[in-house]
């Protein structure tokens, strides 16, 4: 079965932000929806376009399954501060567990990034279709997805269609909790090791440092060691 591309519209900050403003003030997620409709409705006017995106906002921030229904709900809670940094990577947290798209996106840009290559719309293309496939959705999502990451404040704009990665400082101990359970969440290991959470391509955002202890307090983690190496891995109750 081919992967689904699914966010094929930006979202901004401002509609992130919108979306856990309207969830301090409503429980009814069928009404957070309604309310997202008709906040975006003051911005855009095309109907279609209304409905794509507050579905997208809905499944980053309102819609979960049984796999990541606990860090979602440990994000909404990190999401309800009021600062900005925290925010951000809860956004970005969210919105890398909902779309393999901007995952993948994140990745490659990551990469790029590590390796001191230029980061270009047109390279993203390449790096993508060779992993996606020639398709005419996929083109479509790349700038869509391109344009949230720069309506994040993740990425700045060099020139036309060439790019420089924006760091954040992070070091609120419950982003870095999230940061941890999501990067454990995405990857298809039993654990990850140390140096892994530290340096891994799809937190190419935020620049942050790992304490074993703040984990170990947040009882969401369990640790061993294999061969010497320390081995984080995300509780069953928390999978």
């Not at 006017?45 to 209304?50: H, M, P």
């Not at 490659?108 to 293309?125: A, C, F, P």
């Not at 279709?129 to 999502?141: N, V």
């Not at 720069?150 to 954040?168: A, C, I, M, N, P």
Request: contains cysteine.
């Amino acid at each position: 079965m081919s992967k689904q591309v699914g966010m094929s519209r930006n979202i901004s900050l401002d509609y992130l932000n919108k979306t856990i403003e309207f969830m301090e003030i409503e429980d009814d997620f069928e009404k957070i929806r309604e309310n997202l409709r008709e906040y975006i409705g003051l911005y855009i006017d095309d109907n279609t376009n209304i409905r794509k995106t507050a579905n997208i906002l809905s499944n980053i921030w309102l819609e979960d399954d049984k796999e990541n229904r606990k860090i979602k709900d440990y994000a909404r809670e990190v999401a309800k501060s009021s600062n900005s940094n925290l925010r951000l990577v809860a956004h970005w947290c969210m919105i890398l567990i909902t779309y393999k798209v901007f995952e993948d996106i994140a990745s490659v840009i990551g990469k790029l990034e590590y390796m001191q290559i230029e980061i270009t719309s047109k390279l993203i293309r390449e790096k993508m279709t060779d992993m996606w496939g020639e398709r005419p959705t996929l083109i479509h999502a790349i700038p869509k997805n391109i344009r949230t990451m720069r309506d994040t404040s993740v990425l700045e704009t060099v020139k036309q269609g060439v790019y420089k990665v924006k760091k954040h400082r992070v070091d609120d101990e419950r982003a870095i909790i999230l940061i941890v359970a999501t990067l454990i969440h995405l990857k298809d290991k039993l654990y990850l090791s140390f140096d892994e959470l530290i340096d891994d391509s799809l937190m190419f955002p935020f620049d942050y440092s790992i304490d074993v202890g703040v984990l170990e307090e947040s009882n969401m983690f369990s640790f061993d060691r294999f061969g010497g190496e320390l081995a984080i891995s995300l509780k069953e109750n928390f999978k």
